[in-house]
């Protein structure tokens, strides 16, 4: 068995120990939960208590995150999930450098800033070349960062709208039966959309961007025929396009224009019977193009709560003892 050790950890000051403990002590319940260790405060003190391996681990991310702190950073829960997540997978060391760079402010004036090395690639990407696909589980933030993205490009006058689209699978693509106008008809497959947009530029903003028609919300059918100069073009659901729809798409691209096509191909909910996934389709075959920028994201990427990343191990631990007594 481990020995059990105690290990303390000084802050300069009152307001620093606050930013690390979090308001009502919630990012050391994080802490405590992701790292298998006991936290407590004394003074202007951490004390942290457990087994040697777990402490020494957790020291790890403390370091880091008060060197974040010493830097006038204030944390959030998702950051110090992520240091307890890279902490797990051996890239802590890179983790202050996630810091570097702000990618704009949100409604709230807090900057947005990338969580992982999968979120960093895939902005980059974005940078670089004209079309993107963000390729990975839910959760991994391609669709919040895709609404980062353009907004920013937005802000700094780089195009004059912002076009994103959606296919309507369970609709079938055929919007006519359902009540109301367009807006109405496609606002539901397209609200994690406008959350995001809510978080970055908050409702009211996002409203006018949309009634000045800078921001257009659109089903995929409506896409055919047109060219998209100076715009910022999202796909989001990508893996519901047939070949056909992601072929039409793709050849709306028009000058100064950035597009990402976003999609989880273990998620494909195209009526049974449908031709293979068109993102699918288009990873295979467009891989390597100039200008397009392939961005694989991973469960490792997916930012989430240390208890939910419990709570799936657990799950998983009972579904192969599960297994192994049906086996024996």
Do not use: C, W
Not at 23 to 51: H, P, T, W
Not at 74 to 92: E, F, H, P, R, Y
Not at 241 to 260: E, V
């Amino acid at each position: 068995m481990s020995q059990k050790i105690s290990r303390e950890f000084s802050l300069d000051s009152p307001e620093q120990l606050q930013n690390v403990i979090g308001n009502q002590d919630k990012y050391l319940a994080i802490l405590e939960q992701g790292l298998s260790v006991d936290i407590s405060q004394r003074g202007n003190s951490i004390i942290v208590d457990g087994e040697e391996s777990k402490v020494n681990a957790a020291a790890l991310v403390l370091l880091e995150l008060i060197k974040l702190i010493k830097k006038h950073i204030l944390l959030s829960s998702s950051d110090v999930a992520n240091a307890i997540s890279m902490q797990k997978k051996g890239t802590l060391a890179y983790f202050s450098e996630l810091y570097s760079e702000s990618l704009i402010n949100d409604a709230r004036n807090r900057p947005v800033r990338v969580k992982n090395f999968g979120q960093r690639q895939y902005v980059e990407s974005i940078k670089k070349n004209e079309i993107t696909f963000g390729i990975g589980p839910a959760g991994t933030g391609k669709t919040f960062l895709a609404v980062v993205m353009a907004i920013s490009a937005f802000k700094k006058g780089d195009v004059d709208r912002i076009v994103i689209t959606r296919p309507a699978v369970e609709a079938g693509e055929s919007l006519g039966f359902l009540p109301g106008d367009l807006k109405e008809k496609v606002d539901p497959y397209l609200r994690p959309i406008y959350d995001a947009m809510d978080a970055i530029v908050g409702s009211e903003q996002a409203g006018r961007l949309i009634e000045r028609e800078i921001v257009e919300v659109a089903p995929l059918a409506y896409m055919r025929g047109r060219t998209l100069d100076n715009a910022f073009i999202i796909l989001d659901e990508a893996q519901n396009t047939t070949p056909a729809q992601m072929k039409m798409f793709l050849t709306r691209l028009g000058f100064n224009s950035r597009m990402l096509v976003n999609g989880d191909i273990s998620q494909i909910d195209l009526p049974h019977g449908s031709k293979q996934s068109g993102l699918i389709q288009a990873r295979r075959i467009l891989q390597g193009v100039k200008s397009i920028g392939m961005v694989e994201f991973t469960h490792d990427d997916v930012v989430r709560h240390p208890l939910v990343g419990l709570i799936v191990d657990a799950y998983e631990r009972d579904e192969k003892k599960r297994e192994a007594e049906e086996h024996a």
